[in-house]
């Protein structure tokens, strides 16, 4: 297995994945996506012994910072479909991985890092997560299945006020809110995650298989919403706050949003 921006580890079946960009906080650039999807869409599936895939942040700060901020330079409606489309293909095939994938996330998980961990079928966290969907600050909604996933995990109510106010969720409320699995001492989570694996490794694979795709199947009926969200996020792109919002980002400047 050969990536550019994801580190592997196999060992006793269990695969350990790190997205290795902890300079820029592990944020989703082009090339983390598509070595996420080379590793979903084809080398997991083809690995032998493989009992369930561990994924998670390098360094000690983040899981993953979100979607990477330095790529929406230039970005237009048609570059923000072709963007959500690909960032759902890609999460969905997560979701819909045969064997238990377990997101363990000590630190920032917001944005894409969020949606990347909802995509996941538990989430281990330390005591230093954060989650969030900052994606107003910056002019835009989330676009990798944020919007439909948050409503599915802490309810309608909660990730409204999530998404329009952008305030971030600790570890404790996650758990709370049933956005965390378990919350576990910094540096612990990978640990705890092996150990949920394990325990799953010793119960029947297929049935494991049909349990995830039972599960995923009463989210499914309710796929228009992602379609609505590739189309929405498009249109935020298309406006002039996202470009002040981003560029604002980039610039360590408060962002000045003209509603336009
Ligand atoms: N994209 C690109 N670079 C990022 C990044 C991102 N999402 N998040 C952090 N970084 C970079 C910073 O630019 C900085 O780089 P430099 O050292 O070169 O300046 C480095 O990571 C460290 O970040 P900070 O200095 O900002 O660290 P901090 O501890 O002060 O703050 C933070 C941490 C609160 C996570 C802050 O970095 C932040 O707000 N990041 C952006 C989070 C965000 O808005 N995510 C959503 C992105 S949009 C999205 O994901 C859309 C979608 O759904 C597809």
Not at 3 to 10: G, P, S, V
Not at 91 to 96: A, G, K, L, T, V
Request: net charge negative; aromatic share 8%.
């Amino acid at each position: 297995m050969n990536y550019k921006n994801l580190l592997t580890n196999f060992e006793d079946g269990i695969l350990t994945v790190t997205i290795n960009r902890p300079k820029a906080l592990n944020a989703l650039n082009r090339q983390t996506l598509d070595d996420l999807r080379q590793l979903f869409e084809k080398d997991a599936l083809e690995l032998e012994g493989l009992s369930g895939i561990i994924l998670t942040g390098a360094g000690d700060k983040s899981f993953v910072a979100g979607a990477d901020i330095s790529e929406f330079t230039g970005l237009d409606a048609q570059g923000g479909l072709d963007m959500a489309q690909n960032g759902h293909d890609i999460f969905f095939s997560i979701e819909r991985f045969p064997k238990p994938v377990i997101a363990a996330v000590g630190g920032y998980a917001l944005g894409g890092g969020c949606e990347l961990a909802m995509s996941c079928h538990i989430r281990v966290v330390s005591n230093k997560a954060l989650f969030g969907q900052p994606e107003v600050n910056l002019g835009l909604i989330p676009g990798y299945g944020g919007t439909q996933r948050l409503i599915q995990y802490i309810g309608k109510g909660r990730a409204l006020e999530i998404l329009m106010t952008a305030d971030m969720i600790d570890a404790q409320k996650a758990l709370n809110w049933g956005l965390a699995n378990h919350v576990v001492p910094h540096g612990e989570e990978v640990k705890k995650a092996k150990e949920i694996l394990k325990k799953i490794g010793k119960k029947a694979p297929v049935a494991v298989s049909k349990a995830i795709a039972a599960v995923n199947a009463f989210f499914e009926s309710q796929k228009d919403g992602f379609e609505q969200e590739v189309i929405e996020f498009a249109q935020t792109v298309n406006t002039e706050d996202f470009k002040e919002g981003a560029s604002a980002f980039l610039e360590k400047r408060k962002a000045v949003f003209v509603g336009k």
